[in-house]
């Protein structure tokens, strides 16, 4: 089952000519070399617009270093010692007298301070409509129970147990 081999003569192998033009390959290579050729001229034209336009600062030599630098990293070294004074500071201003603003007389007072005035002054409140099915002097009492609700009471530790 092979195929049969035809031999030719080498006298009758020829190449053909009729699709190859010189022309053609000189155009190709002449537009592959300006093309390269134009990319360097552009990059030229860049390079000298950058260096115009952004000047880098006087050249550094190698025995001084006349260009600054930029800052070092800045890392927090003693974490825990930072919060404790942070904490002291704001304790000390909590339990502390101050001015805030001494234009507007606008001072600060210690917390416990203000919460005994508070106490004495009392809150502010404002007028609410009263629920439903009171009036605007009544007020329900702790000893009366309030109306059933859509409201789930937490598990007791006993529920779900059986003995």
């Not at 904490?87 to 203000?114: C, F, S, T």
Request: charged share 25%; glycine share 8%.
């Amino acid at each position: 089952m092979h195929e049969p081999v035809k031999h030719t003569d080498d006298s009758q192998r020829r190449y053909e000519d009729s699709h190859i033009r010189p022309g053609q390959l000189f155009v190709f290579a002449a537009g592959v070399v300006g093309l390269v050729l134009a990319g360097v001229i552009v990059s030229a034209m860049v390079f000298r617009f950058f260096v115009r336009h952004t000047p880098m600062g006087p050249p550094a030599t190698p025995f001084d270093d006349v260009r600054d630098l930029p800052p070092g990293v800045r890392l927090q070294t003693a974490a825990p010692l930072d919060l404790k004074s942070y904490r002291e500071n704001q304790d000390k201003i909590l339990a502390g007298y101050g001015w805030v603003d001494p234009h507007a007389d606008v001072v600060r007072i210690p917390i416990d301070r203000a919460m005994e005035l508070m106490l004495q002054k009392g809150y502010p409140a404002r007028e609410t409509s009263a629920p439903k099915g009171q009036t605007k002097g009544q007020v329900e009492t702790p000893g009366e129970p309030s109306p059933p609700g859509n409201v789930m009471s937490a598990p007791t530790p006993n529920d779900g147990e059986a003995n």
